[in-house]
């Protein structure tokens, strides 16, 4: 009875245990100006500790061992972090599998800016900016840097379904072309640059237009989530409070707060995570099994996909999840129907060839935990007891080899028992 109330408190500890998340500040002033944003990660169920970048005890893991699920950087500007920490230990966090969250500015420091490139993204030089001249907020003091974004690229599950323009003003990014794993989630608009606002244009910018990146982000191969913001001031309160107007025109509150407040949840893995359970597979109306199917037979698969949202575990609707049948290569490609409980099945004819096969679900999409999942199973040609007694497309062989031992039998008979007459001519 104890080892059972012991069980019992263990799984309810993991089930209500919270995420541990480091918030990384510059100085006091910075969290006096992003209260707003620390408490909504709070609200999301985070267990926060506050750490000042230069602080002497600051430190990630312990044993080897993360300490925390997420870290939030709110120190663009930092030129080296306490206690030694480096840029390799925050890329080693990340490929333990733990969250990043960076934020940038125009005054960015080097530990940011190697931090960024290590995820595949270049920030700009310091001091430089994002400008536009054709999409600045009213409130622009000349430089044309305050600029109002609405180039959202990235699916609703990062950015929150419609998401309104957001305040911006801070460094562009451009992604590596070569790192297919970074996500364009902001962008700027096609008439924006990157350079600094008080210089002539002597070179080349960063990026300009759709290529110059507000707000970026990269899942890792083992769904490890980092986002890099490339401005501090539009997770402010000041921003989160404003309203925007671009040219004069109707005046309308930003949506910075419900947009950060998205990407911070699909950062966290609090949206777009997925898990599978139940895989089974058996012959159409028989029993789940994991024996050797046959070649031929009608077979039938099925999984259970859910999605974490708002904390809870709901069932994944999607109609895009397919299954492979796969013998070195695909021999069946077929798409899962759902249902309203999170079930995708389908069924499908084995193909008429023999080997070890294996059912794969591999389902890899933007925004989302890449969710895999592999049974390996055999299959086994006929038994001589199994085919068929006649086979119809043989019918016209059966008749010739019939045909011809009737042949054979008319000429034997013909050969034995027929005999020529024969004539005898008398001689005289």
């Given at each position: ?253 930003s949506g910075n707060r419900d947009f950060v407040s998205n990407v911070l949840s699909w950062s966290f893995r609090l949206s777009g995570n997925l898990r599978y359970s139940g895989v ?40 895009d999840v397919q299954l492979e049948f796969v013998r070195i290569d695909p021999f069946v490609r077929a798409t899962l129907k759902p249902d309203t409980s999170g079930n995708f099945r ?83």
């Open positions: 009875m104890l080892r059972l109330v012991t069980v019992i408190a263990t799984v309810m500890l993991l089930v209500n245990a919270k995420q541990r998340t480091l918030v990384v500040l510059e100085n006091a002033l910075t969290k006096d100006k992003h209260s707003v944003l620390l408490g909504d990660i709070g609200a999301k169920g985070q267990d926060i500790v506050y750490k000042y970048a230069t602080d002497s005890s600051l430190n990630i893991k312990k044993y080897g061992e993360s300490l925390y699920d997420n870290i939030v950087l709110l120190c663009p500007s930092v030129n080296a972090f306490g206690n030694g920490i480096s840029t390799a230990d925050f890329t080693e966090f990340v490929d333990n599998g733990g969250n990043l969250v960076i934020a940038a500015s125009k005054d960015v420091g080097d530990p940011i800016r190697e931090l960024a490139a290590e995820v595949g993204i270049e920030l700009d030089d310091e001091g430089t900016s994002v400008i536009d001249h054709m999409n600045y907020d009213s409130a622009d003091e000349g430089y044309h840097n305050l600029i109002v974004g609405k180039g959202f690229a990235a699916p609703s599950i990062i950015t929150g379904p419609n998401p309104k323009p957001v305040l911006f003003r801070g460094v562009g990014m451009a992604a590596d072309p070569d790192n297919s794993l970074v996500i364009d989630i902001l962008h700027a608009s096609s008439t924006a640059y990157s350079h600094a606002p008080d210089k002539d244009i002597l070179e080349y910018p960063l990026a300009i237009g759709n290529n110059v990146l507000l707000v970026s982000g990269m899942q890792a191969r083992n769904n490890a989530r980092v986002v890099v913001f490339g401005s501090i001031e539009m997770l402010s309160d000041e921003f989160y409070g404003r309203k925007i107007s671009i040219h004069g025109s109707e005046t309308v509150a089974k597979h058996n012959k159409v109306g028989e029993a789940p099994q994991d024996e050797a199917y046959r070649i031929t037979d009608d077979v039938e698969y099925s999984i259970t996909i859910e999605e974490a949202l708002n904390g809870k575990w709901v069932p994944f609707k999607a109609n389908v069924q499908f004819k084995v193909p008429d060839v023999y080997g070890v096969y294996q059912f794969k679900v591999d389902y890899d999409r933007v925004g989302y935990t890449h969710l895999y999942s592999s049974s390996q199973v055999s299959v086994r040609p006929f038994l001589h007891t199994e085919y068929e007694r006649f086979i119809a497309s043989a019918y016209p062989y059966y008749a010739s080899a019939f045909s011809m031992m009737g042949g054979l039998i008319v000429f034997s008979f013909v050969y034995l028992y027929h005999k020529d007459s024969t004539k005898t001519e008398k001689v005289e």
